[in-house]
């Protein structure tokens, strides 16, 4: 699990894109690089000479802070960090870059969402197909936990029920007999598309037809460094599941103590120890029930 490499893209108002591109030089000790271009972008490189982006995001509603309160704000107000591809043992110091971030005055609205992208290296069509099953059977249980936004639902649908019925009739082989499933009604011509429809999934695989990676769009903007934390490593515990799984069903899990049915999947994930704690934490914290006992006393 620990292996698979990853980025992050986390969506913030509350500074300007110049503001927050200078937290992140300070932080690295580094210096900003203003590339402006269509989405007004801020090049930063880190301890290890990778370059960390600054740019605009069209989806975030601008706001900041005046004496305390929260008011609209011009479009330099949206920002959004880029990271370059991450290892696991960079989670710490992406940690403290968003501590930073936050005591500079970067906060997260309704408006915002984090993106992680998980290398897809290791991937196969079988390995996604698994991917897309395991989401699936849990996803009512995951959107809960997650609390997502309703304002945020449009960019992060549930999976597609015709892409979960054909993929599983058909079963691919190849990516190109995956990708004839995933695009199903567009033309081919479309697929080279950035900005495809499809890409607007909790679970996005058109990102592995565009760069390679699997695309994790589920989670709620935040400032919070321990909740950034905890949906990394459920992202690299999925992927790595669906990687070493010879199959998985896409039935709903259906429950009456949803707390008990999600601890106990994300231990069979390997969610499990102290290390994953905090993890654990925050994902049953919306879910009612008791985590402890199948069945209360």
Request: charged content about 25%; glycine content about 6%.
């Amino acid at each position: 699990m620990k292996s698979q490499r990853f980025g992050i893209e986390i969506e913030l108002t509350g500074i300007t894109r110049a503001a927050a591109s200078k937290a992140v030089a300070a932080f690295f000790k580094s210096e900003a690089q203003h590339a402006g271009g269509r989405y007004d972008e801020y090049h930063i490189k880190d301890f290890n000479e990778r370059i960390w982006k600054v740019v605009q995001d069209g989806s975030i509603e601008p706001q900041k802070k005046v004496e305390g309160e929260i008011v609209s704000a011009s479009d330099i107000y949206k920002v959004e960090i880029v990271s370059p591809v991450l290892v696991y043992e960079d989670i710490q110091t992406l940690q403290e870059l968003v501590r930073k971030l936050r005591k500079t005055g970067a906060f997260a609205n309704k408006s915002c969402g984090i993106h992680i992208h998980v290398d897809g290296a290791n991937h196969t069509p079988v390995s996604l197909k698994n991917l897309i099953n395991l989401i699936a059977s849990k996803e009512d249980l995951i959107y809960k936990a997650l609390d997502i936004e309703t304002s945020r639902i449009r960019y992060c649908k549930k999976v597609n029920e015709n892409l979960l019925n054909t993929i599983n009739k058909k079963k691919p082989e190849t990516l190109e007999e995956l990708a004839e499933v995933w695009y199903e009604g567009y033309s081919r011509e479309s697929r080279r598309k950035h900005y495809h429809p499809t890409r607007y999934y909790g679970l996005n695989l058109h990102s592995i037809f565009d760069k390679g990676t699997v695309e994790f769009r589920l989670f709620n903007g935040t400032t919070h460094a321990g909740k950034i934390k905890a949906y990394i490593q459920f992202c690299l515990a999925v992927s790595h599941q669906a990687i070493t799984q010879r199959s998985a069903s896409a039935k709903r899990t259906k429950t009456d103590n949803e707390k008990y049915t999600f601890r106990c999947w994300m231990l069979r994930l390997g969610l499990i120890g102290e290390e994953f704690e905090t993890c654990r934490y925050h994902f049953l914290a919306n879910l009612e029930g008791n985590s402890a006992w199948r069945h209360a006393a």
